[in-house]
């Protein structure tokens, strides 16, 4: 009995809290790709350069703050800088879509003409991004480091295997929660977020019952601003901020998006959380776990890994093209055309 | 179809730009460029032909180059044979246990009632395939690690003359192509895109951590060059006496020769492929891709097989990109993982085709050759530019540091502006399709 609840905690210590953290992080980029892809359609390439930049405008807020010697006891002084950072992202992309974007909405360029402009936005917030604050890594959290620690754990259990809860990780999924809550409160109460999903929905009835597109698309960049920007900074407060990563979790994020269902936003959440707990266990080596269930005479000699965690993009991969051949649409069908 | 003076006076001012840096600063940088110009036209055409002739959008251009490169190591390295004898056949036998896991698993969907029975064999078979796959692979890659793992702990190649690990270079790139055409073609077209990035990063993650492959992050170094050295060259007597005598130093005229002769190799390589494209685009086959990518609807009424043709110039365009893979590592002679960096073989060769003229050969040709001198010396300008931006500002100021430490990040910018500037004003690109 005892040996089962150490394996759960070995378990809930190093699958289930990290992927619960970076299901939330996939599922909040996820659903800004979703909504660009449902109101603006085409896949926008420039997103995780766009978290990126979020992110670093808002350690640089954070640094400016942490100067001045305000901070949030023990919270990270990121989240109170966190809104600074959108809307400096909000006029970034605002910004990008008035010179950029709208001239081949109004031309009604195919998509993919808008995934290859994209292509070249990213390129151009990659480089802003490493012009103002470089490719190194940069430390910005501050504030408690666990909510429990391993000791306090085992302490208070009085278990072998120590179950530690990082505040970020708890702090993630709490943003990553209430983003979620008011997005869909938005989408479906309210006369905006309807007039969004109508456009979504059918484009031309949408415009014949007055909706003003050009007003749907700003609001869907500052939505996809907030978005973006959150899911940048917990990514990098959980992990670490450096701008590659941000580059390379394109993939994770489309992956979630598809899997789901492109332009689904219950899809894109649903996505996240399946990329991030099949990448998770996957990568995971088991042996500990293993050891613990398994009699002493079987247990594993390797580390009962399946992939090692070079391999974890191969993950997500392995899923999209798995949803690809069996149901292109999507977990919860999403658009197909 | 033909190239009209307008087009012909662009490339003349692209060598211009090239010699000019022959003159202005030394003949080696210029051949240097040139060189690279030249593997860059060719990864541009490959480009071109899924691009420019069918549309496919392909975000993975650094995966099928990096294979290409993998496939010069595998031909033209000397056989290990200590490794093969450690494990060499049991790593084959494990690929090959591994493959008809999946054979198997394709056959079983295929002819099966689809109900439980199916479902649950697959699964088992799937789960005890790995379980056999990973039984033989581990110790046999354990084996081969460990042989001599400073200098060699790989299998090596063939020890076959370079140039024929080209095609080589060309089929790996062609064999990855089938795998992600077969399954994201016929969606959505950003799938394909999602899918090429996908597998492009999978090629690097498996070339950086496979290390009886090709030594993943510890490089391949000394390739077999298909030119003589440059220590050979200074050591000939005749060489030397000759290069003397028309008042040149013996050093430079030997790197200088060695680059001429790769500029002649890669040269009539380019000249054949053009040939080649120029010939496939003006064929029938070539009006059927237009017609396609035009209106795939209109096209599919008419009896063609979309998927089918857009899998077959899939393909192609991802062998040009293996092949140039392949010469740009016998150029470099070696193969370097960690270099392959998405923003330089992915969106970098994008630029080459929407600023050359997307659809147009001539065009992609171009672009190759002008976006990689814009991306040899937009460093160098970026440095005079921010140098003179900041001559003004006292030394230490803290604006003035940071500026002339990120002047290397200009090169993202510059080339995200240039697309994205091109794309709107001149879509066509230099020389457009006609």
């Known amino acids: ?337 | 179809m033909t190239l009209q003076p307008r087009d012909i006076a662009l490339f003349f001012i692209v060598f211009g730009l090239i010699v000019a840096t022959g003159f202005l600063q030394s003949w080696n940088v210029a051949l240097g460029i040139f060189n690279m110009g030249l593997i860059s036209a060719i990864m541009a055409l490959g480009v071109n032909m899924q691009w420019g002739y069918a549309g496919l959008f392909n975000v993975g251009v650094m995966g099928f180059v990096a294979l290409g490169g993998l496939g010069a190591v595998i031909v033209a390295m000397p056989p290990v044979n200590d490794a093969w004898a450690a494990g060499g056949l049991r790593v084959i036998a494990a690929l090959i246990a591994g493959l008809g896991t999946i054979v198997g698993a394709v056959v079983l969907w295929r002819r099966m009632e689809r109900g439980l029975r199916r479902t649950a064999l697959l699964i088992a078979l799937l789960v005890v395939g790995f379980f056999v796959f990973r039984a033989l692979f581990d110790p046999a890659v354990e084996a081969i690690e460990r042989v001599n793992p400073a200098a060699t702990g790989y299998l090596g190649g063939l020890g076959l003359p370079v140039i024929i690990a080209w095609p080589v270079g060309a089929a790996l790139a062609a064999g990855a192509a089938w795998v992600v055409g077969k399954t994201a073609l016929g969606l959505r077209s950003d799938y394909l895109a999602i899918a090429t990035l996908g597998i492009a990063e999978i090629i690097i993650a498996v070339m950086k951590n496979e290390d009886w492959l090709a030594r993943g992050v510890k490089n391949v170094i000394g390739l077999p060059r298909p030119v003589p050295y440059e220590i050979d060259l200074q050591n000939d007597p005749g060489f030397v006496d000759r290069v003397t005598g028309w008042g040149f130093d013996p050093v430079t005229a030997s790197s200088i020769t060695v680059k001429l002769a790769y500029s002649g190799l890669f040269l009539g390589f380019l000249a054949l492929l053009l040939w080649l494209t120029q010939s496939a685009l003006n064929s029938p086959w070539g009006r059927m891709m237009r017609a396609i990518r035009d209106n795939e609807v209109a096209a599919e009424a008419m009896g063609k097989d979309v998927t089918g043709r857009h899998l077959q110039v899939f393909i192609l365009g991802s062998a040009v990109c293996g092949l140039a893979g392949a010469m740009m590592t016998t150029l470099d002679g070696q193969l370097t993982p960690a270099s392959y960096q998405p923003l330089r073989f992915t969106f970098l060769v994008w630029v080459m085709v929407i600023v050359g003229g997307s659809g147009n050969n001539f065009g992609a040709v171009l672009g190759g050759f002008l976006i990689w001198y814009l991306w040899v010396m937009v460093e160098p300008f970026g440095q005079t530019l921010i140098g003179f931006i900041t001559a003004g500002m006292t030394d230490g100021f803290w604006l003035k540091e940071h500026l002339l430490d990120s002047a290397a990040h200009m090169r993202l910018l510059t080339m995200g502006l240039i697309l994205i500037l091109v794309l709107r004003f001149s879509p066509r690109g230099l020389i457009p399709e006609r």
């Open chain 1, 1 to 337: 009995m005892i040996d089962l609840l150490n394996a759960l905690a070995v378990l809930a210590n190093f699958v289930i809290m990290p992927a619960l953290a970076y299901g939330s992080q996939l599922a909040l980029g996820a659903l800004g790709v979703t909504l660009i892809y449902g109101i603006l359609r085409f896949s926008n390439f420039a997103h995780g350069d766009t978290m990126a930049f979020g992110a670093m405008a808002t350690i640089l807020v954070t640094w400016a703050l942490q100067a001045q010697g305000v901070t949030l006891g023990p919270l990270p002084t990121a989240l109170l800088a966190l809104p600074f950072g959108i809307f400096a992202t909000c006029l970034l992309l605002l910004a990008t879509d008035r010179l950029v974007y709208r001239f081949y909405r109004e031309q009604k360029a195919a998509p993919v003409i808008l995934v290859i402009v994209s292509m070249g936005v990213m390129f151009v917030m990659n480089g802003l991004v490493r012009f103002i604050i470089g490719v190194d890594d940069q430390n910005f959290a501050d504030g408690a480091r666990f909510l429990i620690s391993a000791r306090e754990f085992r302490e208070l259990t009085g278990l072998r295997e120590g179950l530690a809860i990082k505040s970020t990780a708890v702090i993630t999924v709490v943003v990553a929660v209430l983003v979620v809550a008011a997005l869909f409160w938005f989408l479906n109460k309210t006369r905006t977020g309807k007039s969004m999903r109508a456009f979504s929905d059918n484009e031309d009835l949408a415009l014949l019952s007055g909706i003003n597109p050009e007003r749907v698309v700003a609001i869907t960049w500052i939505i996809v601003a907030a978005l973006a920007t959150t899911a940048g900074v917990l990514y990098g407060l959980d992990k670490t901020f450096k701008p590659f990563t941000y580059f390379q979790l394109l993939l994770p994020i489309f992956a979630a998006a598809i899997v789901g269902g492109l332009g689904s936003p219950i899809g894109a959440i649903a996505g996240g959380f399946v990329i991030a707990f099949s990448e998770v266990t996957i990568t995971y080596a088991f042996k500990r776990f293993a050891g613990y269930l398994l009699p002493e005479a079987w247990e594993p000699d390797g580390l009962v890994q399946l992939l090692s965690t070079d391999y974890k993009f191969a993950v997500s991969f392995a899923i999209l093209i798995i949803v690809l051949l069996f149901r292109p649409t999507g977990l919860f069908q999403g658009k197909t055309a």
